[in-house]
């Protein structure tokens, strides 16, 4: 019999939590890096495709089976096209707009999942407390566009918008598995290897229609941005936190999620220069403000989290 999540985080699984969300934090930073030397569509196809093999090959040293099969073979097929489309975005987004902000918009991901389940969950409808978080969270978006204007590349706007898009589409993934593929026998490794490989496909079209023939430069600096997109965020901190999801309750992990984009807009204004103005800062604190009224325990109901980070 499976034991059950312990009550409390012990102060190892605090600083593991704390650390998961910086490394997420950083992973905006680490794509501007890439970008220097790879194209953006190249650098998402290359993650997903090495990281999948990473997951394979620690599910089987661990004796676990990645593979879908039968019936549940679709619902892989949907989960890793919905990935797919929100790492295109999100890759192809940071072209256009810097790391702090990018962050900020993609992590509006609670207020999507919120406000979907409320049309497509039966059992997670929406409060007083998840409305209020949405205002607010709507806010913070407001006040990011319009900070820092004049210090901000030409046509930054659209890859704001880019990245509010990806952020829709990892809610609908989470949507997705929480209404469909989580009433499956299906554990989190093959949730986890299904999004990375059955991405491949949608992230390789978006190289051929967008950065095909376009150059690749790989530096010392390109390859350890690469390295970090794939060993450190998309298999090191995956791993990580679904194991943190089996084993504390996801109602005290909900309440350390807006540190990831905090970290983010802090090292995208130390490591690249991204201005830190007042209304980013403001708008920074309506959306961490947000996430946690989203995902604060209601009495007697505990909270769901997203299964798949960013």
């Keep these: 019999m499976k034991p059950a999540p312990s009550r409390q985080i012990s102060l190892t699984g605090m600083a593991l939590l704390v650390l998961v969300c910086l490394i997420w934090g950083g992973n905006m930073v680490s794509i501007k890096y890439s970008n220097v030397g790879i194209p953006p569509m190249i650098a998402a196809t290359v993650r997903s495709a090495a990281a999948a093999f990473c997951v394979w090959v620690y599910a089987r040293l661990k004796g676990k089976s990645v593979l879908l099969r039968g019936r549940d073979l679709k619902h892989g097929f949907v989960i890793g096209i919905l990935f797919g489309m929100d790492f295109l975005f999100l890759y192809w987004g940071t072209s256009f707009t810097v790391a702090s902000r990018s962050i900020i918009f993609l992590y509006t991901h609670p207020f999507w999942v919120a406000l979907g389940a409320h049309f497509v969950l039966h059992d997670d409808r929406m409060s007083p407390a998840k409305g209020s978080g949405l ?51 299906i554990d989190h490794y093959q949730t986890l290897f299904a999004q990375l490989f059955y991405s491949i496909p949608v992230l390789a079209l978006g190289w051929i229609l967008f950065d095909r023939g376009k150059p690749v430069t790989l530096t010392p600096q390109v390859l350890a941005a690469v390295g970090y997109q794939v060993f450190i965020v998309a298999f090191f901190s995956y791993v990580l936190w679904f194991w943190m999801i089996h084993t504390y309750p996801v109602s005290r992990l909900a309440a350390f999620t807006f540190l990831a984009p905090m970290f983010g807009v802090i090292l995208g204004g130390v490591l690249q220069g991204d201005p830190l103005t007042p209304a980013l800062w403001m708008g920074l604190a309506c959306v961490a403000g947000g996430i946690y009224l989203v995902n604060r325990p209601e009495t007697g109901k505990p909270v769901k989290i997203p299964q798949k980070p960013d």
Excluded at 145 to 157: A, D, H, K, M, V
């Design 135 to 185: 205002l607010l969270a709507f806010a913070g978006m407001i006040f990011v566009f319009r900070s820092g204007i004049g210090q901000l590349p030409e046509g930054y706007w659209i890859g704001d918008l880019m990245e509010v898009v990806a952020a829709i589409f990892w809610g609908a993934t989470t949507l997705y598995i929480k209404r469909v593929a989580s009433s499956r026998p």
